[in-house]
């Protein structure tokens, strides 16, 4: 498939490219939300209540630093690619490709458990760092297995997702019978069928051309995975994983100061505030909204990440200086991936990462110590 993503000026370009490349049913998979996704849309609306400060003296020379440390690690900018379990039906390389454009674009990676590609395929490619999202389970030996897994692939951190007790009512999915498990309705295979490139390029993806798959996993298996992932996590479950894993501990899902506090007391070294993209509660708070509470609750040491909605540059520094200190994004790098895999995921980083550059330049910031609450300026509400 040719990198016609090189055309994509912003991510909204490249949602569009996936928008036509996909046949809809799968479109919705990725772009879709909850009942009637209040959430999904209030994540990028959020940003927009800001505006940012100029000054018109810059301390530096040059282009300015967007690098930050997290846990002691250096990443050349603060944005990361959230864990996605959608990957392979969007390009036959999946996680694969994702990975890879991590790698060559200096960015930080958190590989999901739900995915086609096993962590060793992906800790081979050496995003830098890699981390590693999971989901609980009652099953001790399982999880056990999980974390042995991370220590053996060289994971820097581990994310524990606690949003997702039973899935979210994602009705688009439901109308396309793109549940699980997968009952398409004839529609769907309709559109898929009217869509041949897409068509071809998952069959290449999915069906077994060695055996056993390369090492990947059977679609059936990654459906029963997804199912696997409902669980209401309780604070044992995070208590046996802090017992058991030595590294950076993250929970990811945390919404409010209460629950920042209780993580944090069972052992997180951070959290990540997320409402899963607004895949699961529908009027949950967007997730700038929810920030400042967490920001407020967290102790001096406890790294606060927050992903939802982040389209632009100027949202990742809406985000920092309401105190974030790095953030993730989810669809923009897998619309990136339908349009021109590898290359197209690599194509949404630069977009992302030129326009973060852009917009410090045009406020005057040398570096990223200089974003703190002074940087915003509230909309004014008329
Ligand atoms: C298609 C899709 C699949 C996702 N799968 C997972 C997952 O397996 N685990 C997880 O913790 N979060 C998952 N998420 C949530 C993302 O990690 C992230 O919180 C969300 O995408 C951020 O919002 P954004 O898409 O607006 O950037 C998924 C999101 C999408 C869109």
Redesign the pocket.
């Known amino acids: 498939m040719s990198p016609t993503t090189n055309r994509a000026v912003n991510l909204e370009d490249l949602r569009r490219m996936a928008r036509r490349r996909l046949p809809g049913p799968i479109y919705d ?2 772009a879709g939300g909850a009942d009637d996704e209040v959430t ?1 849309a209030d ?2 609306r959020a940003f927009s209540d800001y505006r940012l400060a100029t000054r018109a003296f810059s301390k530096g020379e040059g282009s300015p630093d967007t690098s930050v440390t997290l846990f002691g690690h250096r990443l050349s900018w603060p944005v990361m690619l ?5 990957a392979r039906v969007l390009h036959r390389d999946a996680e694969l490709a994702v990975a890879r454009a991590a790698r060559s674009r200096e960015t930080g990676y ?1 590989h ?3 995915s086609g590609h096993p962590l060793t395929q992906i800790s081979a490619v050496e995003p830098d760092p890699l981390w590693l ?1 999971l ?1 609980l389970s009652s099953d001790r030996d399982e999880v056990a297995a999980v974390i042995q897994q991370a220590t053996d692939c060289d994971v820097r951190a581990l ?1 524990v ?1 606690v949003d ?1 007790p039973v899935i979210g009512n994602r009705e688009r999915d439901r109308r396309h019978g793109l549940t699980v498990p997968m009952r398409p309705t004839a529609k769907t295979v309709a559109q898929c069928v009217a869509h041949p490139r897409w068509g071809f390029d998952f069959l290449r993806g999915n069906l077994p051309q060695s055996s056993p798959l390369d090492g990947r996993s059977s679609p059936f298996s990654t459906q029963r995975q997804i199912l696997r ?1 409902a669980y209401p996590v309780r604070l044992e479950d995070l208590e046996f994983i802090r017992a058991n894993w030595d590294g950076p501990l993250l929970v ?2 945390i919404l409010n100061g209460e629950d920042c506090k209780v993580a944090v007391g069972a052992g997180a070294d951070g959290v990540i505030v ?6 699961q509660l529908d009027r949950a708070p967007a997730t700038l909204d929810a920030l400042p509470a967490v920001v407020r609750a967290a102790d001096e040491r406890t790294v606060v990440l927050l ?4 389209r632009r540059g100027t949202d990742v520094l809406v985000a920092l200086a309401s105190g974030a200190d790095a953030v ?5 790098y ?1 619309y990136g991936l339908a349009a021109g895999g590898q290359a197209g995921v690599e194509r949404a980083i630069d977009i992302l990462r030129m326009e973060l550059e852009r917009a410090m330049s045009l406020m005057g910031l040398a570096d990223l110590d200089e974003v703190d609450p002074g940087c915003l300026i509230p909309r004014p509400r008329g």
């Open positions: 998979l990725v999904r994540n990028q959230a864990p996605t379990g959608a958190v999901g458990v739900v999202q989901y994310v997702t997702l992932s990811k899902g997320s409402n899963h993209g607004g895949r992903d939802g909605g982040i993730l994004v989810g669809r923009p897998l």
